[in-house]
C-alpha cells in the first residue's frame, strides 16, 4: 500500500529547513561597542557684575551638574562633542573664555573622557565689540588641541573628521563661521546662522568617500530645520547642499545646537528641502536631526511654528539636556537626558521603542517551517496521485 508521504524526502525537506534557519539567524551582536555624549550652548546671559571672570560667562552650576551626570553614567562614554557656544563671549575685557571652559569640562577629561569641540557663533564675539573677531577663532584653534587638524587647509581643529577606535563609525565636524577676516559689520551677528563653505563641502564629499563605516554622523552649531520657521528649514542653500551629502551617504544623524531647546526629527521624503538646489534634491535616507541645544544657556520657551510632539519639543524653562548614543554593532540608540531643578533624568529614546515593537517581524524558525511545508506539499501530492 502506497504511502502518502515519503518520510525519507520529508526527512530531508526538514533537514533543510534546520540548516536555512541556522544559516540566517541572526548573529549575536558583534562589531563594535562604542558610546559618546553630545551637548551644546553652556553660555550665560549678559553679564550681571561689572567685570566678570571668564568662567562668570559660563552657566557653571548647570554644566557642572550635566558632567557629574556624565560621569555616573555606566558604561562611561568615549568622548563628548562640545556644540558650541561655551561662553557668552569668546573675549570679554581682553580676556579669552576658552582656557575656562576647559577648565570647567576638567573633570570629563582627567577621567580619560576625550574632549571635542566646535565653533558656534558666541566663540567669535568680543566685549567690547560687535560682529566676529578672527583672533578668536585663531586662539580658539590654538586652544583646543585635543580637536583634530585633519580639515581643508586653514580650517585646523576647526573642522575634522576622524573614526571610532574600531573604525565602524565616522564623524565630521563642520564650522559655520569660519573666518579669513574680522566681520565686524553682521547686520545681526546674535541671530548669525552661518553658512557651511565650498571647502568644507567638497572636504567632506572627499572624507566620506574614504570611509567604510556603517554608523555616520555630522555636527555643527546650526540646525538646518529649524523649529521656529515655517516651513521649517534654513535661509541659507548651504545647509541644503550639506544635507544632500548626509542624505546621499546615509548619515545615521546630525547634532546641533543653537536654539536653546530639545528636538528631535528624522528627516524623510515628506520634508522638502527649502531653499531647493539646482539640479533638485530629494530626501531618501531619514537621516535624524538631533538639536540638544542647552546646556545651560537661557531656554528659547516661546511656542514653537511646528508640531511640537511630531518634532519632540521639549522646552521647559531652566531644564538643560545632554544625548547619549551608543553603537553596539549595527545597532544604534539615542538617549536624552533632562535635568535643572532636579537630577537628570533620561527622557526620549531613539528608536522609539514602542515603535520598534509595532513592527512585524518574521523569525527565520518561522521561515523555515514554511519551507519545510512547501517542500512537502509537493511529495504528498505525488504520492496521492501514485496510489490512485
Not at 67 to 86: C, E, H, K, M, T
Request: charged share 15%; hydrophobic share 45%; glycine share 8%.
Amino acid at each position: 500500500m502506497p504511502r502518502c508521504l515519503s518520510l525519507r524526502r520529508i526527512a530531508r525537506a526538514a533537514a533543510a529547513a534546520v540548516v536555512l534557519a541556522a544559516a540566517l539567524a541572526p548573529l549575536p551582536a558583534g562589531g563594535e561597542t562604542l558610546r559618546f555624549v553630545f551637548l551644546a550652548d553652556s553660555r550665560s546671559g549678559q553679564p550681571t557684575v561689572h567685570d566678570p571672570k571668564p568662567k562668570d560667562l559660563i552657566n557653571t552650576a548647570a554644566l557642572n551638574a550635566i558632567n557629574d551626570a556624565i560621569l555616573q553614567l555606566s558604561p562611561r562614554p568615549s568622548f563628548v562633542v562640545f556644540g558650541g557656544d561655551a561662553a557668552y563671549r569668546g573675549r570679554y575685557n581682553g580676556a579669552y573664555t576658552f582656557d575656562a571652559f576647559r577648565e570647567v569640562m576638567a573633570p570629563l577629561t582627567d577621567a580619560g573622557i576625550a574632549l571635542y569641540t566646535m565653533v558656534g557663533n558666541h566663540e567669535l564675539y568680543q566685549h567690547p565689540g560687535t560682529g566676529f573677531f578672527l583672533a578668536n577663532q585663531q586662539e580658539f584653534q590654538r586652544t583646543f588641541t585635543g580637536n583634530p587638524g585633519n580639515g581643508p587647509p586653514g580650517y585646523e581643529r576647526l573642522a575634522y573628521a576622524f573614526h571610532s577606535p574600531g573604525g565602524d563609525a565616522f564623524f565630521a565636524v563642520l564650522d559655520p563661521y569660519y573666518l579669513t577676516a574680522d566681520a565686524p559689520g553682521a547686520a545681526d551677528p546674535e541671530n548669525d546662522d552661518g553658512t557651511i563653505t565650498p571647502a568644507q563641502l567638497a572636504w567632506l564629499e572627499a572624507e566620506v568617500a574614504k570611509t567604510a563605516a556603517t554608523h555616520k554622523f555630522a555636527f555643527a552649531h546650526v540646525p538646518y530645520y529649524s523649529v521656529y520657521k515655517l516651513p521649517p528649514s534654513h535661509d541659507d542653500d548651504s545647509y541644503t547642499r550639506l544635507w544632500k551629502i548626509l542624505d546621499g551617504n546615509r548619515f545615521a544623524a546630525y547634532f546641533c545646537g543653537h536654539i536653546h531647546l530639545f528636538s528631535r526629527k528624522t528627516v524623510n521624503a515628506a520634508m522638502p528641502p527649502n531653499p531647493q538646489v539646482v539640479p533638485p534634491a530629494q530626501w531618501t535616507g531619514n537621516v535624524l536631526q538631533m538639536l540638544t541645544g542647552t546646556a545651560g544657556a537661557g531656554v528659547d520657551t516661546a511656542p514653537v511654528v511646528v508640531d511640537a510632539a511630531a518634532w519632540h519639543v521639549a522646552n521647559a524653562a531652566e531644564t538643560y539636556y545632554f544625548s547619549v548614543v551608543d553603537i553596539d554593532g549595527p545597532r544604534l540608540t539615542i538617549t536624552s537626558y533632562r535635568g535643572g531643578k532636579g537630577a537628570y533624568q533620561a527622557f526620549d529614546v531613539y528608536p522609539d521603542p514602542a515603535a520598534e515593537a509595532a513592527i512585524p517581524t518574521l523569525s527565520w524558525w518561522a521561515l523555515a517551517l514554511c519551507v519545510l511545508l512547501v517542500a512537502a506539499v509537493p511529495v504528498a501530492t505525488r504520492n496521492v496521485r501514485s496510489a490512485r
